[in-house]
């Protein structure tokens, strides 16, 4: 991605705002930041920042893209999108023929190189570089950990179907010793193109998968398919301080394509613990304190993730106090910082007291003077 900044800052627009709010911002920034508007000497910048904008754009136009942007911020778009997916379907064809922008200006140029990357064709321009056609899918996987392994990290081995590279015909489809012909349908360049306004948009070739060549002989093994599917497994490193939402992404452990291996994204669901709630890095738990010791005061037994500990509570301590165990929590594994744990005391009121239990609350009570 271009950026790590949050996308609504990048608008100045609410989380809350509408679609049309989000078009609306996205047209001012266009204006500011379109490079026919600035000096010369500000251009670069005004590129970047156009860029920037109409990232952020794609993103927040996008229902899909925006719910999962909401959800887990840049680590679910990051996961489940290339760039190329983030800016397919984002209408700035429209806004940007409304605004009265057409080929030719700077916008052009920016769209040409940063689109390039892309396999796009933009504002006539001819599209190069890098492109994903052929690609094998990604494969979205769930798997369920407990909070101590979320805290300390686990290694696991799992089993999944997937798609892999047919034996046979090594990927290919087509029967060993046989030919491959040239696609017709984009005559062997593996891109077809479409038109939209003065949008012109290149994809991979349907037909040939982008590969510009059609089998002759297909494979008797997968049928043509180039690949079979079979169950994979492999062992996976989840790192310490993972929570509900964490995405862990294995490349190249995906579907198999002509080009390659997509990617394994595995989903982290973190299972409840009987005794820690999580926030955040930091854990909370509650404690039983007889009405004796939080009155005078002493050390009492409390759960941590890496065992028991002594804690010492004053006297005197109220019923839902809270005490903090310092660096007692959840490694947060994007700071690398070490939360807490926040330990709140449940005061024990004694049942089925003896005669001489209640005479002496009773002493106590008058000493007081309660009763």
Excluded: W
């Excluded at 047209?27 to 251009?43: C, I």
């Excluded at 991979?204 to 994979?232: D, L, S």
């Excluded at 939360?339 to 024990?348: A, K, L, Q």
Aim: hydrophobic fraction near 30%; proline fraction near 4%; include cysteine.
């Amino acid at each position: 991605m271009s950026t790590q900044r949050d996308y609504y800052e990048i608008l100045g627009v609410a989380k809350g705002a509408s679609p049309d709010e989000v078009k609306k911002a996205y047209r001012k920034l266009v204006m500011q930041t379109h490079p026919d508007r600035v000096p010369e000497e500000k251009k670069k910048a005004a590129e970047e920042k156009f860029k920037e904008v109409s990232e952020a754009y794609a993103v927040l136009s996008d229902e899909k893209k925006r719910k999962l942007y909401d959800q887990y911020g840049h680590a679910g778009i990051d996961s489940r999108y290339s760039t190329e997916d983030i800016f397919r379907g984002a209408d700035f064809s429209t806004i940007f023929r409304d605004m009265g922008f057409g080929g030719g200006g700077g916008a052009e140029n920016i769209f040409g190189d940063f689109f390039s990357d892309l396999g796009f064709d933009i504002f006539g321009g001819r599209g190069g570089g890098r492109t994903s056609r052929g690609q094998g899918k990604d494969i979205h996987y769930e798997i369920e950990i407990t909070l101590p392994d979320a805290a300390g990290g686990v290694e696991r081995t799992i089993t999944f179907p997937r798609f892999e590279h047919c034996t046979r015909c090594q990927g290919q489809g087509a029967e060993p010793g046989s030919k491959k012909i040239v696609c017709s349908g984009c005559r062997g360049s593996g891109q077809v193109t479409s038109g939209m306004g003065f949008f012109t948009l290149s994809q991979p070739c349907v037909r040939c998968q982008g590969t510009g060549q059609m089998i002759e002989k297909p494979c008797t093994q997968c049928h043509g398919q180039g690949k079979t599917k079979a169950n994979k497994k492999v062992s996976v490193k989840i790192p310490a301080g993972v929570d509900n939402g964490s995405i862990v992404r294995l490349r190249n452990e995906g579907n198999a394509g002509v080009a390659g291996y997509g990617d394994l994204f595995l989903h982290i669901v973190v299972s409840r613990h009987p005794v820690f709630q999580r926030q955040g890095s930091n854990l909370k738990c509650k404690v039983s304190v007889t009405m004796v010791k939080a009155a005078l005061g002493g050390e009492i037994e409390v759960p941590t993730l890496a065992g028991k500990v002594q804690m010492k509570i004053p006297a005197g301590t109220q019923n839902g106090s809270v005490f903090r165990l310092k660096g007692k929590g959840v490694l947060d594994y994007r700071t690398k910082r070490q939360g807490d744990e926040f330990v709140e005391v449940e005061i024990v009121i004694p049942k089925n007291l003896s005669a001489k239990e209640k005479a002496l609350l009773t002493e106590l009570g008058k000493l007081r003077k309660e009763l």
